[in-house]
């Protein structure tokens, strides 16, 4: 919908504005911080649309630990393993 759009900031708002937690959320997705796009994020109903059929499950799992915690390589892997598990 719309307003999951822009409470997430794929679509900014056209006015006012997004409070989450107490705090005014910056409008354009590009100028949020990491914790706040770790925390609100699109979970689409129709994975076959959503991920990407070439790339693996595990591929796929790892893509959030190395963006939003930091994990390479072999701790990534490892937790991937844990997740999958």
Known sequence: STLARAITGLLPPEQGSVVFDGRTLANRLADRPKEDLRQLQMIYQMADVAMNPRQTVGTI?????????????????????????
Do not use: C, H
């Open 61 to 85: 799992i790892g893509r959030p630990l190395e963006f939003y915690f930091g994990m390479k390589g072999r701790e990534r892997d490892r937790r991937v393993a844990e997740l999958l598990d």
